[in-house]
C-alpha cells in the first residue's frame, strides 16, 4: 500500500486539492518525523518546516504552527490568551483531538474543530512543507496560502 493510500494522507490530499487543484503530497523516501529530518529530506531550512505544536489550554486544544527552527513560548501564548494552565498535549490527546500521530500531525483536516495559531516568523520563507498526516508525507505551500487554508490567527508564539 502507497503511503497515498493512507486515509489520513487522503483527507488531507483533499483539501489540498479543494484549495488548489495544484497543491499536492510529496512522498518523502526518509522520515520527516522531526523538523530538522523534514529540513534533511526536503534539502530546505529547518526554518521552513511548519511544526503543528497541539496545545492544552485549561478547556480547549489549540493548534499552534511554528517555525522549525523555533519553540513555542508557552508564556507568550498564556500571556496572550489570558489563562494560567498551558501545556502540550499527550501523544493520546494529539491523536484524539486531531485524527493524526504526532509526526505526521497536518495544519488540516482534523477530527476536531481547533483554533490555530501561526506563527509570524514563518513569513520570512518563500516555500514552507507541513505534513500531511504521515512522517513521510508533506506538503508545500506558501505563507498567504497556509493562513487561508487553515483560517489560522498570525500571532508571535515562538522564541
Do not use: W
Not at 503511503?3 to 488548489?20: C, G, I, Q, S
Not at 523538523?35 to 492544552?56: N, P
Not at 519553540?71 to 501523544?91: C, E, F, T, V
Not at 488540516?108 to 512522517?135: M, Q, T, V, W
Request: overall charge neutral.
Amino acid at each position: 500500500m502507497s503511503l497515498l493510500d493512507k486515509e489520513p494522507v487522503k483527507k488531507v490530499e483533499e483539501l489540498l486539492k479543494n484549495f488548489d487543484n495544484n497543491q499536492k503530497v510529496i512522498t518523502l523516501q526518509t522520515s520527516a518525523r522531526t523538523a530538522l529530518e523534514a529540513a534533511s529530506s526536503l534539502g530546505c531550512e529547518v526554518g521552513a518546516i511548519v511544526k503543528s505544536l497541539l496545545l492544552k489550554a485549561e478547556n480547549r486544544f489549540i493548534l499552534c504552527l511554528v517555525a522549525g527552527d523555533k519553540k513555542a513560548s508557552l508564556n507568550r501564548i498564556k500571556k496572550d490568551l489570558k489563562i494560567q494552565d498551558l501545556s502540550m498535549a499527550s501523544a493520546d490527546e494529539v491523536k484524539n483531538t486531531t485524527g493524526y500521530t504526532i509526526g505526521g500531525v497536518s495544519p488540516l483536516g482534523h477530527s476536531n474543530k481547533l483554533d490555530i495559531f501561526i506563527d509570524n516568523s514563518l513569513n520570512r520563507f518563500e516555500n514552507l512543507y507541513a505534513a500531511a498526516g504521515h512522517p513521510n508525507c508533506v506538503f508545500k505551500i506558501n505563507f498567504d496560502d497556509l493562513q487561508k487554508i487553515t483560517s489560522g490567527t498570525i500571532k508571535e508564539i515562538a522564541e
